[in-house]
Nanobody, 128 residues
Framework: QVQLVESGGGSVQAGGSLRLSCAAS????????MAWFRQAPGKEREGVAR????????YYAASVKGRFTISQDNAKNTVYLQMNSLKPEDTAMYYC?????????????????????WGQGTQVTVSS
């Protein structure tokens, strides 16, 4: 059974930084496309960043581009989200997600992949 476990959330002042981690386990063949989403109270879930874990291509939402960086450590089956210059509007529950199996790699960052596996979320709160 695939499990995604997020960690690293917390409270920080505006302008600060946090690094989220997502540890994956239980794969038979692995997933080549992973992502971070977030959802604030009363708002729709938003895709923040995606990474093609086979080639390291990335995608960022316009709202975080230049401030957030998604990366991977394949040896540890872990994906990270480095968040810098945090703003109060970044406050949300952050979720890690992965596709089931392997997909066409360019589709991970150019298309709208379907994510089958989700973590439980980690809260990020940014105060002004």
């Amino acid at each position: 059974q695939v499990q995604l476990v997020e960690s690293g959330g917390g409270s920080v002042q505006a302008g600060g930084s946090l690094r989220l981690s997502c540890a994956a386990s239980g794969y038979t063949y692995g997933s080549n496309c992973m992502a971070w989403f977030r959802q604030a109270p009363g708002k729709e879930r938003e895709g923040v960043a995606r990474i093609d874990t086979g080639g390291s291509s990335t995608y960022y939402a316009a709202s975080v581009k230049g401030r957030f960086t998604i990366s991977q450590d394949n040896a540890k089956n872990t994906v990270y989200l480095q968040m810098n210059s945090l703003k109060p509007e970044d406050t949300a529950m952050y979720y890690c997600a992965a596709v089931a199996g392997r997909i066409w790699a360019p589709g991970c960052v150019r298309g709208a992949p379907t994510f089958a596996y989700w973590g439980q979320g980690t809260q990020v709160t940014v105060s002004s």
